[in-house]
């Protein structure tokens, strides 16, 4: 957890010069609250760390993709790593060059392929022969040629959450290993694409270094019969997955894990060779809060319940992957501390945010759920019809809401009932 952006003065929780409560007040709850300074301590890790290298960071939008914080990474002149063309739109009106965008995901559209490729992305990191034929037709109908890279399954186990790792053979991710050099040989054959990279992306949340250095070994193998089969590899994109401390783990730093992997890379003779980082969660995690406001405490025989205005629809990660969050009173109090599973509004049992919580709360009380600024607000929804929460950026003293809360009228005014 980021202990200088979101730490306590005088017993109230801040985000860098602002007050928690403060925010709250001013803007309601639930609220994501995300801190600008911390957002830049993280990508500048990695933005130095590749400094002098040929190594460049293309954050992932998927995990926080609101404009605010899209246009504090492309102001330090950061790439992006998109799965929609929707993302697309969000990163060319955040201020992000195309240029210096990667396309990954599994099931591109036509259409998506087409908007990408008039606006011009650095690559697209391509996942199966289908998908080749289809962006290469796609390429060839609007007269251009498509830089791309295949995302190669290098089959090792990053040892985290089974929901989150993607690098293993039993996943929809990638084109298998095996099948990889004679996938090449195919995509080197079609006019309308050009050859680029090698990319893959082996899980998320991931705590170690090793599963990425055993990758990289695998990936690296592959690059020299691709190169001896007469195709040139520019770059080496190893994906994001970096992992970060939501309770007791230990992830590695990321300018080490960065120095590392190109140290390995250099050492494998590649060195001449690009090299990429998608990192998502890494550098927006810890830089995001979600304000939640205690609506009751329910005491009972087996389970006290402290029913929070946040809920599964705000956080999906709890309910979707038994995911820990760190939940605190945003004011220190003197009143008994009880255990408490922290749940939402929410009809369904799968609707908690905490369980089993130490906390010295009553009702009415400000709680701060802890590394949300990542696959937070991004992962939200209107279950139940809640309007998704609003976002604020502190920035030093100064807090700006970067997107409104949603009403209700807005949630279904697109829905029309049948004639009489
Ligand atoms: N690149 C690709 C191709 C990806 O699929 C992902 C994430 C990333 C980069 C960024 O990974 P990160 O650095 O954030 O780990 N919703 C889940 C996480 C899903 C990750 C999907 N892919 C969660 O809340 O834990």
Redesign the pocket.
Known sequence: MNQTTFAFVDGVLHAEGVSTVSLARQFGTPLYVYSRAALTQAYEAYANACAGRRASVHV?V??NSNLAVLNVFARLGAGF?I?SSGELARVLTAGGKAENVVF?GVGKSAEEMREALAAGVKCF?VESIPELDRLNAVAASMGKTAPVSLRVNPDVDPKTHPY?S?GLKANKFGVAFDDARATYRAAAAMPNLHVVGIDC?IG??ITEIAPYLDAVDRLLELVEQIEADGTKIHHVDV????GIQYDTETPPDIGEFVKTLLDHIDARGHGHRAVFF?????VTGNAGILLTRVEFLKPGEEKNFAIVDAAMNDLA?PAM?Q?FHAIEPAVKRDVSAHVYDVVGPVCESGDWLGRDRQLAIEAGDLLAIRSAG??GFV?SSNYNTRPRAAEVMVDGSHAQIVRERENVKELFAGETVLPK
Do not use: C, F
């Open positions: 992932a998927k995990a790593d799965v990954s990191n989150i993607t992306h998320s949340q994906g994001g997955g970096l998608e990192p998502g969660r890494s990660r992957y995911a990542a696959y992962m």
